[in-house]
């Protein structure tokens, strides 16, 4: 029971962690899509 402070620490900086990856995943994801969508409409436009 001596571990159980250091074993929750690890899981929240799991947690954070595995969190901050998919937000920047989806962050990354959204970026690509608009620059896509951006690129097609002048094209389009053109």
Same mark, same amino acid.
């Given at each position: =029971? +001596?571990? !159980?402070? =250091?074993? %929750? !620490?690890?899981? !929240? +900086?799991?947690? $954070?962690? &595995? =969190?901050?990856?998919?937000?920047?995943? $989806? $962050? &990354? %994801?959204?970026?690509? +899509?608009?620059?896509?969508? @951006?690129?097609?409409?002048? @094209?389009?436009? @053109?």
């Amino acid at each position: =029971m +001596i571990h !159980g402070s =250091m074993s %929750l !620490g690890v899981a !929240g +900086i799991v947690s $954070l962690v &595995s =969190m901050a990856v998919v937000f920047v995943v $989806l $962050l &990354s %994801l959204y970026a690509i +899509i608009t620059a896509f969508g @951006k690129v097609f409409s002048r @094209k389009e436009d @053109k």
